[in-house]
């Protein structure tokens, strides 16, 4: 079992920056690729980012490409979404993801959640 808390959300102003936390317990973090979704209201859970389990693949949904940057250090057994350049379509709850398989962008391949963290940017 591996225990996900995201933490880092909140208010920005478009163009402004946030940068996400997910911070693990429990099992072998460093077994796990990690992936970032975010779920805004209304819409289906959409992949953001994931990482690689060692951090040497990194994948990126076309959205947010060249604007947000995920990383790890699986000393900390934490994961990170740094997000910049945001833009008011960047509104939801992000979550972060852990898979114990392979680097995914499809949500019902991760096997652990956290339980979100809201981000906000105002139009």
């Known amino acids: 079992q591996v225990q996900l808390v995201e933490s880092g959300g909140g208010l920005v102003q478009a163009g402004g920056s946030l940068r996400l936390s997910c911070a693990a317990s429990?099992?072998?973090?460093?077994?796990?690729?990690m992936g970032w979704f975010r779920q805004a209201q209304g819409k289906e859970r959409e992949f953001v980012a994931a990482i690689s389990w060692g951090g040497s693949r990194t994948y990126y949904a076309d959205s947010v490409k060249g604007r947000f940057t995920i990383s790890r250090d699986n000393a900390k057994n934490t994961v990170w979404l740094q997000m910049s350049s945001l833009k008011p379509e960047d509104t939801a709850v992000y979550y972060c993801?852990?898979?114990?398989?392979?680097?995914?962008?499809?949500?019902?391949?991760?096997?652990?959640w956290g339980q979100g963290t809201q981000v906000t940017v105002p139009s």
């Open positions: 429990g099992r072998t973090f460093s077994g796990y690729a």
């Open positions: 993801g852990g898979n114990s398989k392979f680097l995914s962008t499809r949500p019902e391949e991760y096997d652990y």
